[in-house]
């Protein structure tokens, strides 16, 4: 069965999964927290949020909010730790 993009943000949103965002720019960074909401356009706000850059740095963000317009993947990292 397909799933909407939306209805798996809104599991991962219910469920407080760990994600990462890898971002459409030329560093491809990647962002990880944990989805305090969202938007039909996929604007995304993650708390407790850090950027791992290309050089392999840790940033810590704390809350931010991501353009929908701005992300290349999502992913879930909730089963990674388990």
């Known amino acids: 069965m397909i799933s909407q993009p939306i209805n798996l943000l809104f599991r991962f949103f219910q469920n407080r999964n760990l994600i990462s965002i890898t971002l459409q720019n030329a560093k491809l960074n990647t962002i990880i927290g944990i989805i305090l909401g969202f938007d039909e356009f996929m604007n ?28 290349a993947i999502i992913s879930d990292l909730s089963k990674l730790s388990g």
């Open 44 to 71: 995304i706000v993650l708390e407790n949020a850090f950027e791992i850059n290309s050089s392999g740095k840790n940033i810590f963000l704390g809350h931010i909010m991501i353009k929908g317009d701005c992300i």
